[in-house]
């Protein structure tokens, strides 16, 4: 789960962690009292006006502006709100019909009173699932152009590995600030930083903390200017105050409508529908679906009560994608029984009515053979498959 930036600050400043101040807006009629409030607060007229939603490169899509008083505050205020902003993060890039603001956040210039005083870092932690550890990928290089540094210049970006048995150590804090080429009190002061954000990442159950920039002021502070959270959604029943930050306006859709009825469903940009029982099996068919010549349009796991409700509600809203010209059903039967799956395709098929689109069914496990009649006898406009590779080549022939 996502966090706007003006929560993932939240997060970060119950740990400690200092950071640019700010206040939200979420219509017009605001952006006076919060200009007020902002500017009694940090004592200057200066303001950054920044767009909530959930993708990075915001400035380079015109998401973020810096205002030197309260007209151009309003003015940079009023056309960011309500606009399409496109970023290289949002669907189709820059080149796509980007994401609707329904939110900005008035922040503080953190910069002033000296900019050329002030260094930008990037500071990251997520886990790196190759070595099992939780790692902090840090650089001198802050800003918006990271993805850039990385690829050219791949020795100013530093990874620091985190042992799950020892946690973060002092001399690691110590070595990241000495390779940020800090000293003195920014030592000091970055040393706690990392302490303190490896410290809202445990305790947040996050899967990546993103700060860019992270800022060493002219005043010698390390302050998060920018952040980007993601949480890990199987931890979220830990955190019923996280949870109630989700901002389903943020999200796709269909997604959200999936979760509200128990399936595990994530929407790509093929042409062939899936649904299956089970995480491993669903990766296993979009690789046979690839191999085929066809392209996963969906990952739906419809878990191990695949009935008819389940499976009705799978079919609908895998026919909400336009795209695709074919549905390959793929369930093993162990937890459920493949008869009992079987009785629910026909019930969903024949519930929802004219389905136009060819579906394939493999259906293998306990009493697979049981089920196949059912699905033979059915009448339905199905085809019926016994091996992995059958069916693949029946996708090949439906999508050809």
Do not use: W
């Amino acid at each position: 789960m996502n966090l706007h930036e003006y929560q993932g600050k939240s997060l970060l400043a119950s740990y400690g962690i200092k950071i640019q101040r700010g206040i939200l807006v979420e219509n017009a009629s605001e952006i006076e009292s919060a200009y007020k409030k902002l500017k009694e607060e940090t004592g200057t007229e200066y303001c950054v006006v920044k767009a909530q939603i959930h993708a990075g490169g915001r400035g380079k899509g015109g998401g973020v502006k810096v205002a030197k008083n309260y007209e151009d505050t309003k003015v940079a205020a009023n056309n960011i709100l309500g606009m399409m902003l496109k970023t290289p993060q949002t669907a189709g890039g820059l080149n796509g019909p980007g994401k609707l603001v329904r939110k900005i956040l008035l922040a503080e210039d953190s910069y002033a009173p000296d900019f050329s005083a002030c260094k930008e870092y990037y500071v990251s932690i997520l886990l790196d699932r190759a070595s099992k550890r939780n790692v902090i990928i840090y650089s001198t290089q802050g800003g918006m152009d990271i993805e850039a540094v990385a690829e050219e210049t791949p020795h100013l970006v530093f990874k620091e590995y985190i042992d799950p048995a020892h946690g973060l150590q002092g001399f690691q804090t110590r070595k990241i600030a000495f390779n940020l080429g800090l000293s003195g009190k920014a030592f000091k002061e970055m040393t706690k930083f990392i302490s303190n954000l490896y410290k809202a990442f445990l305790g947040s159950d996050a899967s990546l903390f993103e700060i860019n920039p992270c800022m060493h002021s002219g005043n010698d502070e390390i302050i998060a200017v920018d952040c980007k959270v993601s949480l890990d959604e199987n931890a979220l029943y830990r955190h019923p105050d996280l949870q109630a930050m989700r901002d389903t306006t943020e999200e796709d859709p269909t997604e959200v409508e999936a979760k509200e009825y128990g399936l595990n469903y994530v929407n790509l940009d093929g042409n062939v529908g899936c649904m299956v029982n089970g995480a491993g099996l669903a990766m296993a068919t979009m690789d046979i679906i690839k191999l085929s010549g066809g392209s996963p349009a969906n990952f739906l796991d419809v878990g191990g009560t695949a009935d008819a409700e389940r499976v009705e509600k799978a079919f609908k809203i895998i026919l909400k994608d336009p795209e695709v010209k074919a549905i390959l059903i793929n369930i093993f039967g162990g937890i459920v029984r493949c008869d009992r799956v079987a009785n629910g395709i026909v019930e969903a098929y024949k519930n929802i009515g004219n389905i136009s689109i060819p579906i394939i069914i493999r259906l293998q496990g306990t009493n697979a053979d049981i089920a196949k009649k059912i699905i033979d006898d059915s009448g339905l406009k199905v085809h019926s498959a016994i091996q992995l590779q059958e069916a693949a080549d029946l996708v090949k022939k439906m999508i050809a």
